[in-house]
């Protein structure tokens, strides 16, 4: 038994391979070898793990994983447990349907990272693709629980019909927090374009720009005290920091959005 | 047993069991947070008339609070479990919600067994409330004239210690008062411990039960009452003119032995005879704090 597992890449990877198998539960009850002969995919094509990966350690919760892993996808998928460090990019889908433990990224994210996560805790270093926290297509709610923070920006349609959880990124793309049920989103920068469209009850929290849609309503400019706390817990658990102003400030409130049941909010820092 | 003169009685103080809980109040400023936690402690001095006995434990810095504000931290206890989330709810509703500017946390996230405060209070909001969930904690934000009263769903209970005691004995009202309010000021900002009475202080000590009226609980302590010597079968030395008692409540039997040690030691200045303690015999309650003892350094002076 090792504290902790290590894949590292044998060779760059010239196709796309889905790697569902990469996550500490599976780890934590497997010796090396048998890590090594777990199944990943290539298309229709079956692969086993050690063909890809030199295999060290067994049986720990912890596993690192190096190399440049943008055409993995789905690192951590479904993980309940544990912590999954990926040293560099990760593909599609890193920490999807999650429930549990750590999945850190120390390099950008294809799109879908966090999708459909329902806890724990996803931390990407640097940029994250389409639909961080979302859903799939076609399903009706994305992430159900946990945080997700991008150091870097976010593609499109971030925490598209989130339910519950935390999103937190740099800046995020156009349509951030489409259809959300519940849940935040915090922008420490600028947002694009339509954010909150169809926003049930969720709160989208920009501190930079952000062009306000026809949806949502002017309610008050004040200090919403359950922003000061998050972004204090941010920058204790992961330090994340304010600037502009620090953590606490006044924000214009909207209710929106209106086409829907208008009970979501999009606070957007003054000054900015 | 003496300190700089002062006589401390071989005697104990007997404590009995609460249940307790630790409000954290944060406002703007330091004042509105201490606005709040004065109504909030206001008239509870003690269980027998109140319901429950609360007094502010400490300030808090801005770095000590949740939410990074300056902030007072409250304790509040009664007797049984069933009826704190009750007394909760009826201060933190009427003196936290209320009050400019404030939002109000758990002080006990430790504890195990919660009480669903905020929960209970989200309905202020009139189905306007949402809520948050941060950091695996969840928050309710209930709309308000002024912008947004945030307050955490459950709190921590704790079974706490209530009735640490002990009495200063002085030839005159102004010293047994002198020697008291050095007492409270050395206990004040001392963690897991409160003093629930005006000042910190009690002149109206009393005994269990009546030896006139059957239906009363409660009376003076009239053999500490000097105006009774003659009468009564007095507890009071010679020389001794005046009476104030030191009353405890705390979170552990360690935290009431600590501000005890203080507060006694505080207490021994010139004018004072003796210090002495209130106990039933030790039959009553179950926790039993040894002046002497305590102010030996003797593993904490409880039993």
């Given at each position: 038994?090792?504290?902790?597992?290590?894949?590292?890449?044998?060779?760059?990877?010239?196709?796309?391979?889905?790697?569902?198998?990469?996550?500490?539960?599976?780890?934590?009850?497997?010796?090396?070898?048998?890590?090594?002969?777990?199944?990943?995919?290539?298309?229709?094509?079956?692969?086993?793990?050690?063909?890809?990966?030199?295999?060290?350690?067994?049986?720990?919760?912890?596993?690192?994983?190096?190399?440049d892993?943008?055409?993995?996808?789905?690192?951590?998928?479904?993980?309940?447990?544990?912590?999954?460090?990926?040293?560099g990019?990760?593909?599609?889908?890193?920490?999807?349907?999650?429930?549990?433990?750590?999945?850190?990224?120390?390099?950008?994210?294809?799109?879908?990272?966090?999708?459909?996560?329902?806890?724990?805790?996803?931390?990407i270093?640097?940029?994250?693709?389409?639909?961080?926290?979302?859903?799939?297509?076609?399903?009706?709610?994305?992430?159900?629980?946990?945080?997700?923070?991008?150091?870097?920006?976010?593609?499109?349609?971030?925490?598209?019909?989130?339910?519950?959880?935390?999103?937190v990124?740099?800046?995020?793309?156009?349509?951030?927090?489409?259809?959300?049920?519940?849940?935040?989103?915090?922008?420490?920068?600028?947002?694009?374009?339509?954010?909150?469209?169809?926003?049930?009850?969720?709160?989208?929290?920009?501190?930079?720009?952000?062009?306000?849609?026809?949806?949502?309503?002017?309610?008050?400019?004040?200090?919403?005290p359950?922003?000061?706390?998050?972004?204090?817990?941010?920058?204790?658990?992961?330090?994340?920091?304010?600037?502009?102003g620090?953590?606490?400030?006044?924000?214009?409130r909207?209710?929106?959005?209106m086409?829907?049941?208008?009970?979501?909010?999009?606070?957007?820092?003054?000054?900015? | 047993?003496e300190?700089?003169?002062?006589?401390?009685?071989?005697?104990?103080?007997?404590?009995?069991?609460?249940?307790?809980?630790?409000?954290?109040i944060?406002?703007?400023?330091?004042?509105?947070?201490?606005?709040?936690?004065?109504?909030?402690?206001?008239?509870?001095?003690?269980?027998?008339g109140?319901?429950?006995?609360?007094?502010?434990?400490?300030?808090?810095?801005?770095?000590?609070?949740p939410?990074?504000?300056?902030g007072?931290?409250?304790?509040?206890?009664?007797?049984?479990?069933?009826?704190?989330?009750?007394r909760?709810?009826?201060?933190?509703?009427?003196?936290?919600?209320?009050?400019?500017?404030?939002?109000?946390?758990?002080?006990?996230?430790?504890?195990?067994?919660?009480?669903?405060?905020?929960?209970?209070l989200?309905?202020?909001?009139?189905?306007?409330?949402?809520?948050?969930?941060?950091?695996?904690?969840?928050?309710?934000?209930?709309?308000?004239?002024?912008?947004?009263?945030?307050?955490?769903e459950?709190?921590?209970?704790?079974?706490?210690?209530?009735?640490?005691?002990?009495?200063?004995?002085?030839e005159?009202a102004?010293?047994?008062?002198?020697?008291?309010?050095?007492?409270?000021?050395?206990?004040?900002?001392?963690?897991?411990?409160?003093?629930?009475?005006?000042?910190?202080?009690?002149?109206?000590g009393?005994?269990?039960?009546s030896?006139?009226?059957?239906?009363?609980?409660?009376t003076?302590?009239?053999?500490?009452?000097?105006?009774?010597?003659?009468?009564?079968?007095?507890?009071?030395?010679?020389?001794?003119?005046?009476?104030?008692?030191?009353?405890?409540?705390?979170?552990?039997?360690?935290?009431?032995?600590?501000?005890?040690?203080?507060?006694?030691?505080?207490?021994?200045?010139?004018?004072?005879?003796?210090?002495?303690?209130?106990?039933?015999?030790?039959?009553?309650?179950?926790?039993?704090?040894?002046?002497?003892?305590?102010?030996?350094?003797?593993?904490?002076?409880?039993?």
């Amino acid at each position: 038994m090792s504290d902790i597992v290590t894949l590292t890449l044998r060779a760059p990877l010239e196709r796309t391979v889905e790697a569902e198998a990469i996550t500490p539960d599976r780890f934590q009850a497997l010796g090396e070898r048998e890590i090594a002969e777990l199944p990943v995919w290539e298309g229709a094509r079956q692969l086993r793990l050690g063909e890809l990966f030199d295999v060290r350690g067994d049986r720990a919760a912890r596993v690192r994983v190096v190399g440049d892993c943008s055409r993995i996808d789905a690192l951590g998928a479904g993980m309940s447990t544990g912590e999954l460090v990926i040293e560099g990019r990760a593909g599609r889908y890193a920490g999807t349907r999650m429930t549990g433990g750590t999945v850190h990224v120390a390099g950008d994210a294809g799109d879908g990272a966090g999708l459909e996560m329902a806890g724990g805790v996803l931390r990407i270093d640097g940029d994250a693709g389409d639909r961080v926290g979302g859903a799939r297509l076609g399903a009706s709610k994305g992430m159900l629980g946990g945080e997700i923070v991008v150091r870097g920006a976010v593609g499109a349609e971030a925490g598209s019909r989130m339910r519950r959880g935390l999103i937190v990124c740099a800046r995020a793309g156009a349509r951030a927090g489409e259809a959300m049920i519940a849940g935040s989103i915090i922008a420490l920068g600028d947002v694009g374009e339509d954010p909150g469209r169809y926003n049930k009850r969720g709160s989208i929290v920009v501190l930079g720009a952000v062009s306000v849609p026809a949806g949502y309503a002017y309610d008050c400019t004040y200090e919403p005290p359950h922003v000061a706390l998050t972004l204090r817990m941010l920058r204790a658990r992961f330090g994340v920091a304010v600037e502009n102003g620090g953590e606490r400030g006044r924000y214009r409130r909207y209710s929106g959005d209106m086409s829907e049941l208008g009970r979501g909010e999009l606070l957007v820092r003054e000054g900015a | 047993m003496e300190i700089r003169g002062v006589t401390i009685v071989d005697t104990f103080a007997e404590a009995f069991g609460m249940r307790g809980a630790r409000v954290v109040i944060t406002a703007h400023t330091l004042e509105w947070a201490r606005t709040s936690a004065l109504s909030m402690t206001g008239f509870s001095t003690s269980v027998i008339g109140c319901k429950v006995e609360a007094g502010i434990e400490r300030t808090l810095a801005p770095d000590e609070t949740p939410d990074g504000r300056p902030g007072v931290s409250v304790l509040l206890f009664t007797m049984d479990s069933a009826s704190l989330p009750t007394r909760l709810i009826e201060r933190i509703g009427q003196t936290v919600l209320t009050c400019p500017t404030t939002a109000c946390f758990d002080g006990l996230p430790g504890e195990t067994e919660r009480l669903p405060v905020g929960r209970a209070l989200r309905v202020f909001g009139d189905g306007f409330q949402s809520s948050k969930v941060i950091a695996g904690l969840r928050y309710w934000r209930i709309p308000v004239m002024e912008g947004e009263f945030l307050v955490q769903e459950d709190f921590g209970k704790v079974k706490g210690v209530g009735g640490g005691n002990f009495l200063i004995l002085a030839e005159s009202a102004e010293a047994a008062l002198r020697a008291a309010e050095g007492a409270v000021d050395a206990v004040r900002e001392l963690p897991g411990v409160i003093l629930p009475f005006p000042g910190g202080i009690v002149r109206s000590g009393s005994k269990v039960g009546s030896k006139r009226y059957k239906n009363l609980i409660a009376t003076t302590n009239d053999a500490y009452a000097p105006t009774l010597r003659a009468l009564t079968a007095t507890d009071l030395p010679d020389g001794v003119n005046a009476v104030l008692e030191i009353v405890l409540d705390g979170v552990d039997e360690a935290s009431i032995s600590a501000a005890m040690r203080a507060g006694i030691d505080a207490a021994c200045q010139p004018g004072v005879r003796a210090i002495t303690a209130g106990n039933y015999g030790g039959k009553l309650g179950p926790y039993h704090f040894h002046l002497q003892k305590i102010m030996r350094g003797d593993a904490g002076g409880g039993s």
